[in-house]
């Protein structure tokens, strides 16, 4: 048996508190929902936006597209392949890291070529701390294209 997702309506003042480390602006005039299934989805204007991971909300690879708002790490295009696999991010596939990055910051990973969001994770150690190793998982991968939350809405 197929089960429907619920889909909540939201007030979008009383999210855009919630997601002020983003410095993104929901106006009374968008449509906010929130979506719950397998995962707990903000939808704004009927794009998936916003996903929670452990009680926080991390922006969507789609959101990201239009709207970026992580510090990114880029990698080479030999890297691809396994990061939409779900493998995490390994230091010698990344060609770039944006500073500011700090130790658990939610991070964007793109392709050198296009720049194309990839992945979203979280840094395993801060953008210094990256650039002086040459080996090593740098970021955890926990939102893909291709994976279950990509394919959801």
């Known amino acids: 048996m197929v089960e429907r997702?619920?889909?909540i309506q939201v007030r979008s003042r009383d999210i855009e508190r919630e997601l002020t480390q983003y410095a993104i602006s929901i106006t009374k005039k968008d449509h906010v929902e929130l979506l719950e299934d397998a995962f707990r989805v903000l939808l704004i204007n009927h794009e998936p936006a916003f996903f929670e991971y452990h009680?926080?909300?991390v922006p969507a690879l789609k959101y990201?597209?239009?709207h970026p708002c992580l510090r990114k790490v880029t990698v080479d295009m030999g890297a691809?392949?396994?990061i939409i696999g779900g493998a995490d991010i390994m230091r010698?596939?990344?060609v770039a890291i944006d500073e500011g990055i700090a130790k658990d910051d939610f991070v964007v990973v793109v392709d050198q070529t296009h720049c194309k969001p990839l992945s979203v994770g979280i840094a395993l150690m801060d953008s210094a701390a990256m650039k002086a190793i040459?080996?090593?998982k740098v970021v955890k991968n926990i939102h893909y294209v291709g994976d279950?939350?990509?394919k959801m809405v």
Request: aromatic content about 14%.
């Open 55 to 57: 009680d926080t909300w």
């Open 92 to 94: 010698p596939g990344v």
């Open 80 to 82: 691809i392949r396994f």
């Open 148 to 150: 279950e939350l990509w």
């Open 64 to 66: 990201l597209q239009t």
């Open 5 to 7: 997702m619920k889909k």
């Open 134 to 136: 040459t080996s090593g």
